[in-house]
């Protein structure tokens, strides 16, 4: 399972981005999808989180401002990104747990992509 991530590059504080992932490869559906972040010198940590159903959950630090979509038919999972705070700096990883028939829960993550907020 392959997931490839866009979107993320440089942008001045109180601007937005929109981060989009797409999945493909061998699974016949994907359950949690989410987008992970982790800044220099710290863990990663979960940004937000999308079940199949479209139950979400997010962070403290980016409620409000943050808001994660999937579109099933098309296998992808987007993050905008709304109010950016140079915080929100980081390497952005989506996440996907996929299934192929009844086998196990396969938990995939993307390369990651640089957001930066700067002025």
């Known amino acids: 399972v392959q997931l490839v991530e866009s979107g993320g590059g440089l942008v001045q504080p109180g601007g937005s981005l929109r981060l989009s992932c797409v999945a493909s490869g061998s699974f016949s559906s994907i359950n949690t999808m989410a987008w992970h972040r982790q800044a220099p010198g710290k863990q990663r940590e979960l940004v937000a989180v999308i079940t199949s159903g479209f139950t979400t959950r997010y962070a403290d630090s980016v409620k409000g401002r943050f808001t994660i979509s999937r579109d099933n038919a098309k296998n992808t999972v987007d993050l905008q990104m709304n109010s950016l705070k140079p915080e929100d700096t980081a390497v952005y990883y989506c996440?996907?747990?996929?299934?192929?028939?009844?086998?196990?829960?396969?938990?995939?993550w993307g390369q990651g992509t640089q957001v930066t907020v700067s002025s």
């Open positions: 996440y996907a747990a996929t299934r192929l028939l009844e086998g196990p829960v396969i938990n995939n």
